[in-house]
């Protein structure tokens, strides 16, 4: 259950997003200037190490429509929330008020007024803006950028580039560490391509070569920030091997491998690293478990279940941070880390409303410079609608419905399925009706 300070804080992040009563009544622009940037990036810094994560951003670079899911199924009840409860129990549980910025980042009431009213969310650009003006506020020497996974693969440019892309974006942002799971969709030889382009380490400790079990990546990285000693362990998509063709991978294996993990804790903490990350794509689920089963994380930064979740979940000694997916958010937790241990922490999900931050000119103007040779195909325009399409629902969203009722049509189908595990790299404007 959540403190009385937590949820303090995530009020107080939501009375900077807040709309008056109305909301329905206003136009964008009335509703955007409610947002500035400067409060959006408001935080009072604290202690001496700052965390940013980014997760799941499956290649989407351009600001985009994208709804959560209306109804929970699981991650909820760890915040006190019944299962299955749906938008407005959210809302009422963090004091999050009805048709504020926050309401629409974090659920779908609502979805289709307040998208006509706040606009898109996301842009790497966008998140290249709060990336270095966290750099600036805090000093360089006291920030550690970390990528969950799932960045190389969901979009055309990056199909095409087979990855390149976003390796060279993300190079504009210096991460210190990424893991992964998509991104072994690009096959073993390409993977190791883009691991030696990207200028950081590629973590993953529960990565083996089938052969002689050998470790496939570095198991951590030991980073010194703010003069304490950080180790960041890597754990890929333990099911991978499930999800991707063999033949991508053949020589790879994963699994969540808990022993191997207790034990790179203990090494880390044997080399004098005083805070210990998991940077994790297992799921929400699982790291949850796995903060109760192994001892010595000081925090996980979970991935691939793209839940946004307004305020650390604790579990014991260990902090979860959930930040959401395709570029919707930047997690930012600081910590006070002393003797040892953490004695105490702030946290904001910063969501990016592309018409109130700034675009990063220098990560525009490689978005711009790669995009250019495709940039007819994304141009053009394969039908309209006169509603809003918009993407990712726990059962169901618009845009699947349209692509269903295309599929139906066109192949003159009885069913048509579709498995929603990714997002195209264009915005996503008008929907179509529901098949």
């Known amino acids: 259950m959540a403190t009385r300070r937590e949820i303090l804080q995530v009020g107080v992040a939501a009375a900077t997003l807040a ?22 990036l408001r935080f009072e810094p604290m202690g001496n190490i700052t965390l940013l994560h980014i997760a ?13 899911p209306s109804i929970n199924v699981g991650a909820g009840s760890v915040m006190g929330l019944p299962e299955g409860a749906k938008a407005k129990d959210l809302l009422s549980h963090f004091g999050i008020p009805a048709g504020s910025g926050a309401a629409h980042a974090l659920t779908s009431e609502d979805f289709e007024q307040l998208a006509n009213a706040y606009g898109r969310i996301g842009g790497l650009d966008r998140t290249a803006t709060v990336v270095k003006s966290a750099r600036a506020e805090r000093g360089a020497e006291r920030v550690l950028l970390l990528d969950g996974g799932d960045t190389w693969q969901g979009s055309l440019t990056s199909y095409r580039t087979r990855g390149q892309d976003m390796v060279e974006y993300l190079k504009l942002l ?50 010194e920030r703010g003069g304490i000693r950080i180790a960041v362990i890597g754990q890929a998509f333990p099911f991978t091997g499930l999800g991707i063709p063999r033949r991508l991978i053949p020589n790879w294996s ?30 929400f689920g699982i790291d949850r ?38 570029g919707k958010f930047l997690a930012r937790l600081d910590l006070d880390v002393r003797g040892g241990r953490v004695e105490g922490y702030l946290f904001k999900l910063i969501p990016l409303f592309s018409d109130v931050i700034r675009p990063d ?9 790669v995009r250019a040779p495709f940039a007819a195909e994304l141009a053009r325009v394969v ?9 990712r629902g726990r059962f169901d969203c618009s845009a699947d419905d349209m692509i269903c009722a295309a599929l139906l049509e066109e192949r003159d189908a009885e069913i048509a399925l579709f498995a929603r595990l990714l997002v ?9 009706d529901h098949c």
Not at 205 to 221: G, L
Not at 424 to 432: N, Q, T, W
């Open 19 to 40: 709309a008056a009563n109305g909301l329905g009544q206003l136009g964008r622009v009335t509703a955007q200037q409610r947002l500035t940037e400067a409060e959006l």
């Open 56 to 68: 799941d951003l499956h290649g989407q670079l351009m600001p985009a429509y994208l709804r959560e």
């Open 174 to 223: 210096k991460p210190d560490a990424m893991t992964g799971h998509w991104e072994f969709t690009h096959g073993e030889a390409r993977v190791k391509e883009l691991v030696e382009a990207l200028g950081c380490p590629f973590l993953a400790q529960n990565m083996r070569d089938n052969e002689w079990q050998d470790p496939v990546f570095e198991a951590y990285s030991v980073i």
């Open 254 to 283: 994963f699994g969540i491998r808990e022993e191997d993990l207790q034990a790179t804790v203990l090494k880390t903490r044997q080399q004098g690293a005083a805070l210990v990350v998991l940077l994790s794509h297992n799921g």
């Open 289 to 326: 478990k796995l903060a109760r089963r192994v001892e010595g994380i000081d925090v996980i930064l979970t991935a691939h279940t793209h839940d946004p979740w307004p305020q650390v979940v604790r579990v014991g000694k260990t902090l979860l941070v959930a930040g959401g997916s395709h």
């Open 361 to 369: 000119l220098e990560v525009q103007a490689q978005i711009a410079k």
């Open 383 to 391: 039908g309209r609608s006169d509603s809003l399409l918009y993407r």
């Open 424 to 432: 195209g790299d264009e915005p996503l404007a008008r929907r179509a």
